[in-house]
């Protein structure tokens, strides 16, 4: 496999449920993102890790809880959701987390929280 | 703070016409541009970027873009349409020297394409 790959594609949750986004990335990059894509809005960062150390947490709800074992593997642990956090949740990964670095993504995972 | 704003959500244009989808930013250092585009179902994958040096910079497909200090503007041009352009066009700008971290997206311009 080449690139980002996420998994799964589709997720449908309750508010008490506890899941997990996974992704993966065979490019050797040392950087990896978390971002939320919901309709109408821009894209939101909400975690960078470099080199397995969290750099960024966008002010982040402690529901979501991200875990990045090595550089490349990133997870997002999702407890007690609500349906405003139903989205597109994109991984990405680039060489560094230097501005000038090209973002690589995957195909996303769709949530939806009943 | 910086931002970013796409005018125009939607952009419809025939096939073989030009495509013009515009991008202002607001930044009070120099910037780092980029557009990024994502077909249906897809993650975003990178057309161009600007980042020092000349200020007209060519991507993939056809597509090019310009920066314009003066006008604070990075505008997504192609000068022919074809189906396949048909997609949600996101630009980006973070400071020159900044980290991702700093990456701000627009809103996105979806772009019709009619046969």
């Known amino acids: 496999e080449t690139g980002v790959t996420q998994t799964p594609r589709h997720l449908v949750m309750g508010m008490t449920n506890k899941k997990s986004l996974k992704c993966e990335q065979h490019?050797?990059?040392?950087?990896m993102y978390w971002y939320k894509q919901s309709a109408k809005k821009p894209l939101e960062l909400m975690f960078v890790y470099n080199f397995k150390e969290q750099t960024e947490n966008n002010s982040v709800p402690s529901r979501f809880s991200p875990e990045c074992p090595n550089s490349s593997h990133l997870f997002l642990h999702l407890h007690t959701l609500q349906p405003e956090d139903s989205a597109l949740y994109l991984c990405?990964?680039?060489?560094?987390?230097?501005?000038?670095?090209?973002?690589?993504f995957g195909a996303g995972s769709r949530l939806t929280v009943l | 703070a910086q931002s970013v704003t796409q005018l125009g959500s939607h952009v419809s244009v025939s096939e073989g016409a030009l495509v013009l989808l515009r991008c202002n930013y607001s930044s009070s250092v120099p910037p780092y541009l980029f557009w990024y585009v994502q077909y249906p179902n897809q993650g975003l994958q990178l057309l161009l970027k600007?980042?020092?040096?000349?200020?007209l910079v060519k991507g993939i497909n056809g597509f090019e873009a310009e920066f314009k200090k003066s006008e604070t503007s990075f505008h997504l041009t192609k000068p022919s349409a074809h189906m396949s352009d048909a997609a949600e066009y996101f630009c980006a700008v973070t400071p020159y020297g900044g980290s991702q971290g700093n990456l701000i997206f627009g809103k996105g311009t979806k772009l019709s394409v009619k046969p």
């Open positions: 990405a990964s680039s060489p560094g987390d230097s501005g000038a670095n090209v973002l690589t």
């Open positions: 490019l050797g990059h040392n950087a």
């Open positions: 600007y980042t020092t040096g000349a200020t």
